[in-house]
Nanobody
Framework: QLHIVESGGGLVQPGGSLRLSCAASGFTLDYYAIGWFRQAPGKEREGVSCISSSGASTNYADSVKGRFTISRDNAKNTVYLQMNSLKPKDTAVYYC??????????????????WGQGTQVTVSS
């Protein structure tokens, strides 16, 4: 059975950093594009970043460009989201999602087939 688990969330002060991990079990991520999405209370889910199956292509929401970096380690079957210079508006539940897709990835949640349960990120002093 395909399973995705996010980890690495927590409470951090503004300006701090966190690294989220997205680990897969039951399948290999090699052939899957991975996206990170987030949903704050009372708001719609939004795309944060994605990485193609090869790792050659990445995409970022304007709100996180220059602060977040997505990467993947297929040997560990894991994708990471390094989040620096965190702001209170980054507070949300962060979800990892996968889709069997070649070529560039997209930040549209409807494209993704497999989702994790999410990890809470809270940025507050």
């Amino acid at each position: 059975q395909l399973h995705i688990v996010e980890s690495g969330g927590g409470l951090v002060q503004p300006g701090g950093s966190l690294r989220l991990s997205c680990a897969a079990s039951g399948f290999t991520l090699d052939y899957y594009a991975i996206g990170w999405f987030r949903q704050a209370p009372g708001k719609e889910r939004e795309g944060v970043s994605c990485i193609s199956s090869s790792g050659a292509s990445t995409n970022y929401a304007d709100s996180v460009k220059g602060r977040f970096t997505i990467s993947r380690d297929n040997a560990k079957n894991t994708v990471y989201l390094q989040m620096n210079s965190l702001k209170p508006k980054d507070t949300a539940v962060y979800y990892c999602a996968a889709v069997a897709l070649g070529g560039p990835c997209v930040l549209y949640s409807g494209e993704y087939d497999y989702w994790g349960q999410g990890t809470q990120v809270t940025v507050s002093s």
